[in-house]
């Protein structure tokens, strides 16, 4: 007997993150992760390569003009452009305090390795799902 086989794929899927906290073991928590397909997923990442590019852009002119960054202005550009990497893939996380602007901020300052780990984590499932086609 066939197995069943919905084109439309259920519109969020969740799945299991280690943060990583400096000095200490990471500490797993579930993410709600939105789905999409191909053409979106396709879309997102260009758009993150474009702002992190446009990032690169604005510092190197710049120091063109004789105004080089700070490694806090530096953070602070990266720091915004992460936030907006998990809010384009994230609806909800599995800490105590509530999902919003200011909590993924916060996250996202907590170290660099914090974004990847979510990321990472995001494209993993999509990986798991190629291996399953």
Known sequence: MAKSFKLQVKPTFKSVVEIP??????MKTTFT???FDRHGLAKV???WAEEGQAMIAEMREDAVNDNPWSLEKLTSREVELQAKQVKDIVLGWGFDDEFNDENIEA???ISVSVT???V???HSAYDQARKGN
């Open 21 to 26: 906290i400096v000095g200490s073991t990471p």
């Open 33 to 35: 992760f939105k789905t």
């Open 45 to 47: 990442i260009d758009k």
């Open 107 to 109: 996250l996202v300052s």
């Open 116 to 118: 990847d780990a979510i």
């Open 120 to 122: 990472q984590q995001y």
